[in-house]
């Protein structure tokens, strides 16, 4: 790890549509709105749409306002996918892959003259982001503190506790 780069907030899920980048997009705003500089990040996305010559991501565009827009969208996002599947399947779908590497690296573009920043997974701590690389690795390799978001219902509590013991192996 780089340890001139900035405190991270790593952003997860128990379940899909529990409403994580509304609470990071959130947190950026009030983390914001409290004095500080907030780059935000988020490695890869699926489910993207086309604008133009350009695939968008919704949750890239709500953090990316949330933050000011103080980044460029691109750095913001720089792995995004059309098909809404884990991003390694997406990404075979289109005859890509995801880069690992950038997974990891992409990051330091965000980390220019930022407090902290704000990073969200595709999908829970457990799920593939790459061939090799699970949220929860991603998360370990930057040092990142890891932010659950949970959804009001029925299993929830099973499913926080099951996210926060795979957390807690993450230290």
């Given at each position: 790890?780089?340890?001139?780069?900035?405190?991270?907030?790593?952003?997860?899920?128990?379940?899909?549509?529990?409403?994580?980048?509304?609470?990071?997009?959130?947190?950026?705003?009030?983390?914001?709105?409290?004095?500080?500089r907030v780059?935000?990040?988020?490695?890869?996305?699926?489910?993207?749409?086309?604008?133009?010559?350009?695939?968008?991501?919704?949750?890239?565009?709500?953090?990316?306002?949330?933050?000011?827009?103080?980044?460029?969208?691109?750095?913001?996002?720089?792995?995004?996918?059309?098909?809404?599947?884990?991003?390694?399947?997406?990404?075979?779908?289109?005859?890509?892959?995801?880069?690992?590497?950038?997974?990891?690296?992409?990051?330091?573009?965000?980390?220019?003259?930022?407090?902290?920043?704000?990073?969200?997974g595709a999908?829970?701590?457990?799920?593939?982001?790459?061939?090799?690389?699970?949220?929860?690795?991603?998360?370990?390799?930057l040092d990142?503190?890891?932010?659950?978001?949970?959804?009001?219902?029925?299993?929830?509590?099973?499913?926080?506790?099951?996210?926060?013991?795979?957390?807690?192996?993450?230290?």
């Amino acid at each position: 790890m780089d340890h001139l780069r900035p405190r991270i907030l790593f952003f997860t899920g128990t379940d899909t549509d529990v409403g994580k980048t509304y609470v990071a997009a959130l947190a950026v705003r009030e983390l914001t709105q409290s004095g500080r500089r907030v780059g935000v990040y988020k490695p890869v996305a699926s489910g993207c749409v086309v604008q133009g010559s350009d695939l968008v991501s919704s949750d890239a565009v709500n953090l990316w306002e949330a933050s000011g827009r103080i980044h460029p969208l691109h750095d913001v996002c720089p792995q995004r996918f059309i098909a809404p599947l884990a991003p390694q399947t997406a990404a075979k779908l289109e005859g890509k892959q995801v880069d690992e590497s950038l997974l990891l690296s992409g990051i330091d573009a965000v980390a220019q003259g930022v407090d902290m920043i704000v990073a969200e997974g595709a999908g829970g701590l457990m799920s593939p982001l790459s061939e090799n690389l699970l949220n929860s690795d991603f998360a370990r390799r930057l040092d990142a503190h890891v932010v659950i978001v949970a959804a009001n219902r029925l299993g929830t509590i099973h499913q926080v506790l099951a996210a926060v013991t795979a957390a807690s192996a993450l230290r």
